[in-house]
Nanobody, 124 residues
Framework: QVQLVESGGGLVQAGGSLRLSCAAS????????MGWFRQAPGKEREFVAA????????YYANSVKGRFTISRDNARNTVYLRMNSLKPEDTAVYYC?????????????????WGQGAQVTVSS
């Protein structure tokens, strides 16, 4: 069992930056692939970024590529999402997710565990 807790969300002006953190419980964090997803009101949950268990492989949605960076610290059982050059269309609830896999996973239905979500609001 893995429990995930997101933090770092908030309100920011367009062009600003935020860093989301996702702290995981459990001693096998390093064996999990991690992902970030987001869901805006009235829309489906969409993939944002993912990272392999070692951190060596990352993958991004086209909409955030070049602006967002996913990283992880296995010693701290934490995955991060650095978000730069934020746009109003980035406004959503951001969720982190974990899957017992050594590969990068981009499909939400493949993830085993989810956090409660963190609200990110970007004002224009």
């Amino acid at each position: 069992q893995v429990q995930l807790v997101e933090s770092g969300g908030g309100l920011v002006q367009a062009g600003g930056s935020l860093r989301l953190s996702c702290a995981a419980s459990g001693r096998t964090f390093s064996s999990y692939a991690m992902g970030w997803f987001r869901q805006a009101p009235g829309k489906e949950r969409e993939f944002v970024a993912a990272i392999s268990w070692s951190g060596a492989n990352t993958y991004y949605a086209n909409s955030v590529k070049g602006r967002f960076t996913i990283s992880r610290d296995n010693a701290r059982n934490t995955v991060y999402l650095r978000m730069n050059s934020l746009k109003p269309e980035d406004t959503a609830v951001y969720y982190c997710a974990a899957k017992s896999s050594i590969l990068v996973v981009t499909t939400p239905t493949e993830y085993d565990y989810w956090g409660q979500g963190a609200q990110v609001t970007v004002s224009s």
